[in-house]
Antibody, heavy 117, light 106 residues
């Protein structure tokens, strides 16, 4: 069974930093593109970033470009999202997601990030 | 930036067919997929590559995509299908979700 588990969420002040982690099991992590998707509680889904299997390519939604960094450790099967210069509008549940065949077929349970003073 | 538009809500009676639309510029030229999200749960992929069902998804879920509109069809809708549904497509190295449709079964 494929499992993805996010950690690292919590309360952070505006302008601060936070690093999210996602540990996976049940599939060959290094063989898949991985993504972060976020959801403001009670609102819709928003794609945040993705990273190629070998980390040679990354992409970001415009609103986080230059502030967030996605990375991965294929030896330890870990996905990361470094969040810098956070803003109130970054408050959301952040999901770690596996992509296959142009779709997101496995999701973690999410970790809540709250940006507030 | 690319946008996908969904109706905010759709209502259907149990046993009837529900259709949820998703519109976007030349969407038919892209792969569309659909997710179901129930309260307190993570999204679940129900349709990928326009009309393919992942393992474990009931046959009553089907999809189509042509022109500017993708459609998720749920035949013989059950009360357990009540949820939010999101369409998604890939465009220019970014992934886009529709705003979501709340399906009510009553």
């Amino acid at each position: 069974e494929e499992r993805l588990k996010e950690s690292g969420g919590g309360l952070v002040q505006p302008g601060g930093s936070l690093r999210l982690s996602c540990g996976v099991s049940g599939f060959s992590f290094s063989s898949y593109w991985m993504h972060w998707v976020r959801q403001v509680p009670g609102k819709g889904l928003e794609w945040v970033a993705n990273i190629k299997e070998d980390a040679s390519e990354t992409n970001y939604v415009a609103s986080v470009k230059g502030r967030f960094t996605i990375s991965r450790d294929n030896v330890q099967s870990l996905l990361y999202l470094q969040m810098d210069s956070v803003r109130a509008e970054d408050t959301a549940v952040y999901y770690c997601v596996k992509e296959v065949r142009y779709a997101f077929d496995s999701w973690g349970q999410g970790t809540l990030v709250t940006v507030s003073s | 930036s690319y946008e996908l538009t969904q109706p905010p809500s759709v209502s259907v009676s149990p046993g009837q067919t529900a259709r949820i639309s998703c519109s976007g510029h030349k969407l038919g030229d892209k792969f569309a997929c659909w997710y179901q999200q129930k309260p307190g749960q993570s999204p679940l992929l129900v349709i990928y590559q326009d009309n393919r069902r992942p393992s474990g998804i009931p046959e009553r879920f089907s999809g189509s995509n042509s022109g500017t509109t993708a459609t998720l069809t749920i035949s013989g809708t059950q009360t357990g299908d009540e949820a939010d549904y999101y369409c998604q497509a890939w465009d220019n190295n970014t992934w886009v979700f529709g705003g979501g449709t709340k399906l009510t079964v009553l």
